[in-house]
Nanobody, 120 residues
Framework: QVQLVESGGGLVQPGGSLRLSCAASGSIFSIATMAWYRQAPGKQRELVAAITSSGSTNYADSVKGRFTISRGYAENTVYLQMNSLKPEDTAVYYC??????????????WGQGTQVTVSS
């Protein structure tokens, strides 16, 4: 059973920083793309940042230059460093990964979400 567990959310003032972590565990054979999504109240879930197995990244325009996604390959982890946070970054952040278990095709997995609130 594959699981994604996020940590690192919380309350931060505008201009502050947070680092989110997501660890994948279980009978993992391979992980392709890992990503962070977010969903604010009343809005659709949106892609924040993604990173492929080779390290290529892409970001939503709204976070470019402020957020950085990275991977810890040996630990099956993905991180999101968030700097210069704005109130509009307030949302539940979800980890997502394309993971192949042993003797299986790739499947999409989601974490449970972690709340990020940017407020003074």
């Amino acid at each position: 059973q594959v699981q994604l567990v996020e940590s690192g959310g919380g309350l931060v003032q505008p201009g502050g920083s947070l680092r989110l972590s997501c660890a994948a565990s279980g009978s993992i054979f391979s992980i392709a793309t890992m990503a962070w999504y977010r969903q604010a109240p009343g809005k659709q879930r949106e892609l924040v940042a993604a990173i492929t197995s080779s390290g290529s990244t892409n970001y939503a325009d709204s976070v470019k230059g402020r957020f950085t996604i990275s991977r810890g390959y040996a630990e099956n982890t993905v991180y999101l460093q968030m700097n210069s946070l704005k109130p509009e970054d307030t949302a539940v952040y979800y980890c997502n990964a394309a993971i192949a278990e042993y003797y299986s095709d790739y499947a999409d997995y989601w974490g449970q979400g972690t709340q990020v609130t940017v407020s003074s």
